[in-house]
């Protein structure tokens, strides 16, 4: 099982980054596939999840800014991040929740800048 995450990087306030994260090694549909974020000295966060009918969960903090989506038949699942705030900044991992078990990603960082 791996999941390999790429897109995140430095970008100015306001500005936009779209996060991916390919799954492999997984041999049923996976459920819920999504995205958590941890900041210096915070807790780590969900911040949106999608399920594998199209479901979406957000943080309210990033409703109407960020929106997940997935595709099944690549078992990728995207963030487009928009209007990107300097709250924003922290390190994002991919999340798969696959029957009972739950699988992470190593983590990528994005930084908002002013």
């Known amino acids: 099982v791996q999941l390999v995450e790429s897109g995140g990087g430095l970008v100015q306030a306001g500005g936009s980054l779209r996060l991916s994260c390919q799954a492999s090694g997984f041999i049923f549909s996976i459920n819920v596939m999504g995205w958590y974020r941890q900041a210096p000295g915070k807790q780590r966060e969900l911040v949106a999840d999608i399920t594998r009918g199209g479901s979406t969960n957000y943080v309210d903090s990033v409703k109407g800014r960020f929106t997940i989506s997935r595709d099944n038949a690549k078992n990728t699942v995207y963030l487009q991040m928009n209007n990107l705030k300097l709250e924003d900044t922290a390190v994002y991992y991919c999340?798969?929740?696959?029957?009972?078990?739950?699988?992470w990603g190593q983590g990528i960082q994005v930084t908002v800048s002013s």
């Open positions: 999340n798969v929740r696959y029957g009972r078990d739950e699988y």
